[in-house]
T-cell receptor, first 115, second 112 residues
């Protein structure tokens, strides 16, 4: 499978706990994106990396959220002190190669439930 | 700010009927991309098409076709001879540099 992969697929946690999600992009892609999708809504942009550099962050990304892409390959998204409002699907996408260089290809997502 | 409007929240059609999903967008950019994605019940967003703002030619891919009209800021998607496997939520999106702005989606149900 050469698509975008995300782990875990589901995460249930208690309010106040920290959680970390991982995204592995398509191997030749140098750009990686995180989005959040709540029920009945379209995905909302959170942040974007080109190689290891984090180039843009949405105001949705509060100081409890941090994203890294240490070697320009996989990325992690950490949420500290989770709140019930953080419950959502967290989607990762990558882009940057071939004919469709500006097309973002999405992974299956990590569904977070905060109790 | 960019905005994408998908006014149709839910559509149901009987199998083999044609169906059109509407998308209207707002942007101040002169260069931009428009996209359609499909989200089946499994949850993964599947890329369907990308259209450059300078290319207003309509596109057909099998049973799918897209109508891009800059004059009305619309990028509509038509499925011909719908099938049950087309049941999903469909999202229209607009690119702003590296960020995609999505509409709220249209849930399409094909009734066998």
């Amino acid at each position: 499978d050469t698509g975008v992969s995300q782990n875990p697929r589901h995460k249930i946690t208690k309010r106040g706990q920290n959680v970390t999600f991982r995204c592995d992009p398509i191997s030749e892609h140098n750009r990686l994106y995180w989005y959040r999708q709540t029920l009945g809504q379209g995905p909302e942009f959170l942040t974007y990396f080109q190689n290891e550099a984090q180039l843009e962050k949405s105001r949705l990304l509060s100081d409890r959220f941090s994203a890294e892409r240490p070697k320009g390959s996989f990325s992690t998204l950490e949420i500290q002190r989770t709140e019930q409002g953080d419950s959502a699907m967290y989607l990762c996408a990558s882009s940057g190669a071939g004919v469709n260089t500006d097309t973002q290809y999405f992974g299956p997502g990590t569904r977070l439930t905060v109790l | 700010a960019q905005k994408v409007t998908q006014a149709q929240t839910e559509i149901s059609v009987v199998e083999k009927e044609d169906v059109t999903l509407d998308c209207v967008y707002e942007t101040r950019d002169t260069t931009y991309y428009l996209f359609w994605y499909k989200q089946p019940p499994s949850g993964e967003l599947v890329f369907l098409i990308r259209r450059n703002s300078f290319d207003e030619q309509n596109e057909i891919s099998g049973r799918y076709s897209w109508n891009f009209q800059k004059s009305t800021s619309s990028f509509n998607f038509t499925i011909t001879a719908s099938q049950v496997v087309d049941s999903a939520v469909y999202f229209c999106a607009l690119s702003e540099y590296e960020k995609l702005t999505f509409g709220t989606g249209t849930r399409l149900t094909i009734i066998p």
